[in-house]
């Protein structure tokens, strides 16, 4: 028997380049239109043709220059002005060189779950594993907060008499 711990939901955004988007985005939104003008580095194939690219294909994207199921050459090849990338938001702070692009339709969430077999939890390594994935999932979720959390107001505060 399996247990399912709900860990959160990772909210995803698309990043570009700063080259790609003085080049094709400037004005860093993608409205309901926008999609079919632009390129998209996505993963290569997709299971059941489900995924974020098929959300892409749904808005009218169209222009896949750059396909790889690999994580590591997709953020490359956007780094590299190749187009926008789908990243977890959060993650941005690992990679300087891109920029999140406003959406008017927000990509949908992604719910994560820790899963194991009932009678393995109780076994100190397998607990000690869980332990550490949830405290960095926690960690991830925290920058999530983090970066979607409204800009503070830089106002001077009033000083106390």
Known sequence: MLIDKPL?????GLYASE???QRFLPKRFLGADDYREQDFVVEDETPRGKGPSQWLIQRGATRFPFRSN???????????GMGLVLLGV???KAHPELSRVRLETPLPSL??????HKDLRKVPRIRAFAATFEAVFAEYLAA???AEAPP??????PRAR
């Open 90 to 92: 959060g993650a941005e």
């Open 152 to 157: 503070r107001s830089k106002r001077p505060r």
């Open 111 to 116: 719910r994560f779950y820790l899963t194991m």
């Open 19 to 21: 080259d790609y988007l």
């Open 70 to 80: 690999s994580h590591e050459a997709r953020l490359h090849a956007a780094k590299g």
């Open 144 to 146: 999530q907060a983090e």
């Open 8 to 12: 959160g939901d990772v909210v995803s």
